[in-house]
């Protein structure tokens, strides 16, 4: 268990002491049977915070500890400041709150935090952990804010076994299906390159994605970045993957719901074709949209505190569940780390929710661009028809809308959680 390149378990004892090493260690034993070739320990932090009530604050402050150097550490604040914090071992506080999500004592004498970082890989990784931990509590703040219009406040997915645990590489996709269970879907006819399966397996279904040209194989990469990099309750989750000959292979749960539109390369519109599920969602009680726009806003406060911007978001990124009344994204396979400049004569996206910059070769795609999306996503998602003409949000939300998609960066909405203030503070929604 004390590998250098992943987590030192005996790292923990101080803290946790001999009885809490058991069930850490069988955790990052789970961890490592789901997923062999990926570190572990944000994993093991996940299953703390599910122990501790999702009580984050004990084990950022273990971390921060952690990574101490010069007898202190510098912490971000969701502020976008920083505070310095003494390096004395872990406190009283952190030593409970820790050893609470194991339901032992607290009577250690020796508070030492967890571990020290024996080489720059895992003082890398363990900084990693940090900044996730760190985002979680952010995360918290905001969940906070979205109760009232119903959105969901677990911002930690519970990792679960799959099928493909112990597969790292197949030669080809299809014979490994058929030997694990039943396709019962198949999604060949996307404009993406990608050719995705529904599988039941193991008694669950699974959505497993692949790629059949070089683009769609650069996505594919691009999307498994993402995932390690995000996480949220609104987004589906990354489970495993693996490569076959020809393509990374990306697994994912199979979640309810419907996409609000989906293009093919046989078949394009139809938003708002009676009965599809762009204008079933559309006739949705206010409520529950402003509970789905919540949820869409929420996420990417995530993806702007990983540090990534979104690429690609549109109608299509959005599986909306009419049963249990709940918004997730998928296919978020386009975004990527940011600032970055565009190298091409335009990203990849739908026209109705790109900004002006992500048509110009040499232009600064940064935060601003995701805002210039959401305020899109937020202007469609509420109006009642295509056109744009039949608005059913509120005068404040609007000017909201207006200020974060102004043709020019420097007059929107400087970031995601700016964004997000904003619209908290545009009232209560109208619900009819």
Not at 318 to 325: H, I, P
Not at 335 to 355: C, H, K, Q, V, W
Not at 364 to 369: A, S
Not at 387 to 396: I, N, S, V
Request: proline residues 5%; glycine residues 8%; aromatic residues 8%.
């Amino acid at each position: 268990m004390n590998d250098a390149a992943d987590i030192d378990l005996f790292d923990y004892r101080e803290v946790l002491g001999d009885s809490g090493l058991a069930p850490a260690r069988a955790w990052v034993g789970a961890a490592r049977r789901a997923n062999p070739r990926r570190w572990t320990e944000k994993y093991l932090m996940e299953r703390l915070l599910k122990a501790a009530g999702d009580s984050v604050d004990g084990l950022v402050e273990v971390h921060a500890a952690d990574l101490a150097l010069n007898g202190g550490v510098v912490i971000a604040t969701a502020s976008g400041g920083a505070t310095r914090r003494a390096h004395t071992g872990a406190s009283t506080s952190r030593q409970t709150a820790c050893r609470s999500a194991f339901g032992i004592g607290t009577t250690n004498p020796r508070a030492h935090g967890l571990g020290r970082g024996r080489n720059a890989e895992v003082l890398y990784k363990k900084t990693e952990v940090f900044k996730w931990l760190e985002q979680q509590k952010i995360h918290a703040g905001h969940a906070a804010k979205a109760l009232h219009a119903g959105a969901r406040s677990d911002t930690i997915q519970e990792m679960t076994t799959h099928p493909f645990q112990d597969v790292t590489h197949a030669p080809e996709i299809e014979p490994l299906l058929d030997r694990l269970g039943t396709v019962f879907r198949r999604f060949d006819d996307q404009d993406s390159g990608c050719i995705s399966y529904g599988l039941l397996a193991s008694g669950q279904r699974w959505f497993v994605k692949t790629a059949s040209t070089p683009e769609a194989v650069a996505s594919l990469h691009r999307a498994i970045s993402v995932h390690r990099a995000v996480a949220h309750s609104a987004i589906v989750p990354l489970m495993h993957s693996f490569t076959t000959a020809v393509s990374p292979v990306l697994v994912y749960p199979w979640m309810g719901g419907e996409v609000l539109y989906h293009p093919t390369r046989s078949r394009r519109g139809g938003r708002a074709a009676p009965g599809s599920p762009m204008a079933r969602f559309r006739a949705q009680p206010l409520a529950q949209v402003n509970a789905a726009l919540e949820s869409l806003i929420s996420a990417h406060l995530a993806v702007e505190d990983a540090g990534y911007v979104a690429v690609d978001l549109y109608d299509g990124c959005m599986l909306y569940d009419f049963d249990q009344q709940r918004m997730r994204l998928c296919d978020l396979d386009e975004y990527r780390p940011g600032p970055f400049t565009l190298e091409a004569d335009r990203l990849p996206g739908s026209r109705r929710y790109m900004a002006p910059e992500e048509f110009a070769r040499g232009s600064l795609i940064d935060i601003r661009t995701t805002v210039f999306n959401l305020g899109r996503a937020l202007r469609l998602l509420l109006d009642a028809g295509d056109e744009e003409t039949q608005w059913r949000g509120t005068p404040a939300q609007l000017t909201v809308i207006t200020k974060a998609t102004a043709v020019e960066p420097d007059k929107r909405l400087p970031t995601v959680s700016a964004l997000a203030d904003a619209w908290h503070a545009a009232g209560n929604p109208r619900t009819s």
